[in-house]
């Protein structure tokens, strides 16, 4: 557990715990735990259901798990009265068995696994043009500001520059904070990388900050603190491969 103490003399206050980091650019109170604990808000659904539901076998789930079309994070150990069970995100399972079984007819495990990858390794640098294709104008000012005006941008920044223009989208966040999404992915990305993760808007009586956090964690934030906007990178980095 950590707090973050109002000061004038503080105005970037990077802090990393565990499975998140948070990146506040304002002064802010704020006190914040992660910690390795399921969403209370997101459904699970026991490994028996899910083999029920989706007529597929036991051997088939492992392998899938082993060819990394299923996250590792996805397998989540609960003690049960009987001793301890797997379970999974329901949603997330889900929508995820349905496409590999829609798709693996016609794509080798191989390239499904490329598709599925929550790293930006799997996508390729972008030329300037093609990048300003999917993003608006605001959004590419934002990205020359941080990483140079070139003709050929990294998969970090292309995907920080695609997150940005999703957030701006959403019209759940402004311009200032779509900045700050951007900045906090081309600064902290990298710690990230090949994980499923996703990145948080969060406010404060009118303060905006960022967290970037696996998500097998749990954020639990004081009184006040409301998530405003939540991208996931592994299903924000499969639409950006459809896109160039």
């Known amino acids: 557990m950590w707090q973050l103490r109002n000061s004038s003399e503080l105005r970037h206050i990077n802090t990393e715990h565990g499975n998140a980091i948070f990146f506040c650019p304002y002064s802010v109170t704020m006190l914040c735990c992660a910690e390795r604990i399921r969403r209370v808000d997101e459904e699970l659904i026991s490994k028996k259901d899910l083999l029920e539901i989706t007529s597929i076998s ?49 794509v080798s495990l191989n390239d499904l696994a490329d598709v599925f990858s929550s790293s930006a390794a799997g996508l390729v640098a972008a030329e300037k043009r093609d990048l300003a294709r999917i993003t608006s104008g605001q959004v590419m000012d934002m990205l020359v500001e941080k990483a140079g005006d070139k003709e050929r941008f990294t998969s970090v920044e292309v995907l920080a520059a695609y997150a ?81």
Do not use: H
């Open 58 to 106: 036991y051997g088939q789930l492992y392998r899938w798990k082993r060819k990394n079309l299923i996250p590792e994070e996805w397998f989540i150990k609960k003690a049960v009265s009987t001793g301890q069970e797997t379970f999974f995100p329901k949603q997330k399972i889900l929508a995820r068995i349905d496409k590999i079984k829609n798709m693996k007819e016609d």
């Open 164 to 244: 940005a223009e999703k957030a701006l989208g959403s019209g759940e966040a402004a311009k200032a904070e779509a900045k700050l999404i951007l900045e906090t992915l081309l600064s902290y990305y990298s710690k990230y990388e090949g994980k499923n993760c996703s990145i948080y808007l969060l406010r404060k009586m009118g303060v905006s900050s960022c967290c970037l956090a696996m998500d097998a964690a749990d954020m639990q934030f004081d009184t006040g603190v409301k998530t405003a906007l939540r991208i996931n990178l592994a299903a924000l980095t499969e639409e950006l491969k459809s896109k160039l």
